[in-house]
């Protein structure tokens, strides 16, 4: 039997790495999934927030990538609606994967075509129906999910949920009846290294943020956390920019940080360079206000690093496991009594931690059950 062909619309893909979890998931999936579904990928030719092509690919046509994926990547100027009816017209395709919730050009744009096509089409919403998601410029997300709601488009549409929270978003918006196929999103194919030794003394602590810097991603409230610790603690941020009247808030709370908190920003960073930017770090600390899998957390998990975390993720229950901390966004005391414990750790301790999160993230990256999810997605 043939495999199914599946077209993936997204605006960011790979090359581009600075749109974080939205490419990794979807560059996951497809190559994880590429022994039993064919994928093409109608994406962009910029990375988020650039405005220079990559520089190793062909605009506006089709391009294998050196790994075998097939994506075609639209220049800004060629990015229109007769040229994108025009593609989508000329394949042949199964299903359509929408890899974003309100994308103008990568879903709603597709969307008429597929209906009009009556083609089968999966959207994987990427956290963006979380009620924090939606409270951010509400007064355009509202009507529009309305709409969807109420339009024929939805009796072709499944849902891609990566935990049964997102599953519960999807169905508070769209209705109990709407299908939902629910997988985790895959992580990259990896092998944990042996072991990872990191030095670890009474009274400081290594600490690292990496995600884009965006209210939802709540930088200001990780720093805000700082302001009363006790003991030695070195944060390092890494990011694109994405909401600069919020960077200018954080920059704020950063001026206002005591002597014993060394806090620098580095910018944005390649999957490739975060391993390498985590070698000392003891901790990620990133406060999110919600993800629907976080590939930073369970990235700062295989490099032995326990991550303290909202409990706004799938990555719950981590204390009682020794695998990091996942407290209540409404507890922020909580979060600075966190900070003082790990601060407080010796070597043994925080060694006893880190395996602990080795430990529960290989147990994650082996469980044979998220292949099968994944590829039910498209059964």
Request: glycine residues 6%.
């Amino acid at each position: 039997m043939p495999k199914k062909k599946i077209l993936l619309f997204s605006d960011w893909f790979y090359p581009g790495f600075m749109a974080g979890g939205p490419i990794q998931s979807s560059y996951n999936l497809i190559n994880h999934l590429k022994d039993y579904y064919d994928f093409s990928v109608i994406t962009r030719d910029t990375d988020y927030t650039d405005s220079v092509p990559y520089r190793d690919v062909k605009s506006d046509s089709w391009n294998i990538l050196p790994n075998g994926m097939r994506v075609y990547y639209f220049s800004e100027k060629n990015l229109s609606y007769p040229n994108m009816s025009k593609l989508i017209n000329s394949e042949e395709f199964d299903i359509a994967y929408l890899n974003s919730m309100y994308s103008p050009r990568f879903t709603i744009m597709p969307l008429f075509m597929l209906h009009k096509l009556g083609k089968q089409v999966i959207l994987a919403p990427r956290g963006m129906l979380a009620p924090t998601a939606i409270a951010i410029k509400s007064w355009k997300k509202k009507p529009f999910l309305l709409w969807i709601k109420n339009s024929k488009m939805i009796k072709n549409m499944k849902f891609h949920a990566a935990s049964e929270h997102e599953a519960e978003h999807i169905r508070a918006v769209f209705g109990k009846k709407v299908e939902i196929r629910l997988a985790p999103n895959l992580p990259g194919k990896m092998e944990l290294p042996v072991s990872v030794e990191k030095r670890k003394e009474i009274g400081s602590v290594n600490l690292i943020n990496v995600a884009r810097v965006s209210p939802e991603k709540n930088l200001d409230y990780a720093l805000e956390s700082l302001l009363n610790v006790k003991g030695k603690v070195k944060f390092d941020i890494y990011g694109p920019v994405y909401d600069y009247p919020y960077w200018e808030k954080c920059k704020e709370i950063l001026a206002k940080l005591p002597a014993n908190i060394e806090c620098e920003y580095f910018g944005p960073i390649s999957k490739e360079s975060i391993p390498q930017a985590m070698k000392d770090v003891h901790f990620l600390f990133m406060p999110t206000q919600g993800e629907n899998f976080g590939h930073t957390i369970l990235e700062a998990m295989i490099c032995g690093c326990p991550p303290i975390i909202s409990d706004m993720t799938p990555w719950i229950g981590l204390e009682a496991l020794k695998a990091g901390f996942d407290v209540p966004l409404t507890e922020q005391k909580r979060f600075e009594e966190v900070l003082n414990k790990v601060i407080g750790m010796d070597a043994d301790e925080f060694k006893t931690w880190s395996e602990g999160t080795r430990a529960f993230a290989s147990g994650f990256i082996n469980n044979p059950e998220l292949m099968k999810q994944s590829i039910h997605i498209f059964a």
